[in-house]
């Protein structure tokens, strides 16, 4: 059974950070890329990094460059996202998602095979 779990979000002040996890099982992680995406209240659901199978290739996107940082570890399954220097704007419901990196001829994947349920981050003074 393919499980994506997505955890370490909470509620932190302007200019704080928060470390997300995404521990996944039931697929050959080493096989996939790995992406975040968020979706703020009234907003569409956006991709704002994605990590290659082989970490050679990442994405970010341009709302968190420089601030986000991601991360995986082949040997846990697990996929990281350290957040830095967090804006009211950076609040919303934080997702991952598996990409099979044999099927994708696009960067960042075009399309997910696999999605976690999602955490909540709230950034507020």
């Known amino acids: 059974q393919v499980q994506l779990v997505e955890s370490g979000g909470g509620s932190v002040q302007p200019g704080g950070s928060l470390r997300l996890s995404c521990a996944t099982s039931g697929f050959t992680f080493e096989h996939y890329d790995i992406g975040w995406f968020r979706q703020a209240p009234g907003k569409e659901r956006e991709e704002i990094s994605c990590?290659?199978?082989?970490?050679?290739?990442?994405y970010y996107a341009d709302s968190v460059k420089g601030r986000f940082t991601i991360s995986r570890d082949n040997a846990k399954n697990t996929v990281y996202l350290q957040m830095n220097s967090l804006k009211s704007e950076d609040t919303g419901v934080y997702y991952c998602?598996?990409?099979?990196?044999?099927?994708?001829?696009?960067?960042?994947?075009?399309?997910?095979?696999?999605w976690g349920q999602g955490t909540q981050v709230t950034v507020s003074s």
């Open positions: 998602a598996a990409a099979d990196d044999y099927y994708s001829d696009h960067w960042p994947p075009l399309d997910y095979d696999y």
């Open positions: 990590i290659s199978n082989g970490e050679r290739d990442i």
